[in-house]
């Protein structure tokens, strides 16, 4: 019997070894395909009941699946951070703001920016969300191409309950205006065709491809194909079709032979959109807790799925801390790009975690609502402040936001719900984690402190940006 388990792991050593350092391309192919409010228990293999994935889960069998990865709680500054690298809290924004959606100041530097100094093709398709300005929109962000939505699609359950309406452009010209359900339910379908001529069409270049859906941010959309298919009800039927649209950009891919040069990142930008009125049009985090906009795990613990045959050990399930602020710094190292040496970014290059099973370079995470830090994690340990219910500087943006009355301690590694404070019987870690805090604080800032790491690019001084911190605390609350 111990001959057998002994040849058994002898050859899934030999298996593991020969797809973590198999010789890689210089410049390989990058895929992040984002989805938008897909909660962590939206797809098969992270433990929907109802709803299937049989692409995505192949994709978690022949790759890695992420059980501790995190992105931003809300739309914009997620995006934000996925671009850059960084918090949003230190991202630069036009006129020196720090905006509740970031908004990308011109002078940040991108994914595509850094990937076009090694001669990549770059293109974004799906919602952007980070400025609509025409020095911020993709063109001016260092890509090549864009099809999408400048904002979301929208605010309200139903498309006829408000007056948002949502425009879709290609490059800097509108082509339509989603004003039906109908008309929604298109947009998975013509992302998927964008995204797969652009493969097609770059086959022979290494090439960036930022695919980045609307769903299932509501109004909910999908096509006749899909409607009224999955036993997940209309929420469902939106995440088959995105499960539709991953089995054919992976289709593409090994048409082309270009699967061993491409590695594809699945992932959401924040936990599901739950609220009252939005009903069965939203997902599910379970088991954590909270949803979008919040801090609680439910709101930034979000599925994430990474395939690159023959390098990627395959089936395996990782539990490292990562983010999606990692994605610079780690495309940057597999296509051999120059940072700039005076640029801070918070990301940490993860690929060794993904080629050689080594331990992420994060021993910390600040969880961040909007400008508000209201948490940290410290490898299994995570801290939460205490905080007022739906903040008044918030506006009606802080509706999602609950009351915290004292300091909270949870150990993650066992209770990753977060239903067992253990603050009273672990002062220690409670005052370790508090040290923490403080340097988030000073680094990074808070909704009334800046922080000295905070980026400014335009003419207003640091110290002014503080007077207008002051200013309009003091009229916020």
Known sequence: MKRTYLILFTLLTIAISSCSHGKRPAKPNFIIFLTDDQGYNDVGCYGSPNIKTPNLDAMANQGMRFTSFYAQPLCGPSRAALLTGCYPIRIAEPGNAKNFHTKLHPKELTIAEVLKTRGYQTACIGKWHVGEELEQMPLNQGFDYYYGTPQYNGNSKLIGQSKHRCRILRNHDTLRVINTVEEMGQLTRMYTKEASDFIRNNKNKPFFLYLSHNMPHVPLGASESFRGKSNGGFYGDVIEELDWSMGEVMKVLKEEGLEENTLVVFVS??????????????????????????????????????????????????????????????????????????????????????????????????????THLQAVRDRGWKLVLPRPKKPGYMKWRGRKIDQVDETQLYNLTTDKEEQHNLAESHPEKVKELMKLIETGRDELGDNNQIGKGARFFDDASKTDRIDIYKDWKEKNN
């Open 269 to 370: 930008d924040n936990g599901p959109w739950i609220e009252e009125k939005i009903g069965d049009h939203a997902g599910s985090a379970h088991p954590l807790r909270g949803a979008k906009a919040q801090t609680w795990e439910g709101g930034v613990r979000v599925p994430c799925i990474m395939k690159w045959k023959g390098h990627i050990a395959e089936g395996l399930t990782n539990d490292e801390l990562l983010t999606t602020m990692d994605f610079l710094p780690a495309f940057s190292e597999l296509s051999k790009a120059e940072l700039p040496h005076d640029l801070a970014i918070d990301g940490k290059s993860f690929c060794n975690v993904i080629l050689k099973g080594d331990k992420s370079q994060h021993d910390r995470f600040f969880y961040y609502a909007y």
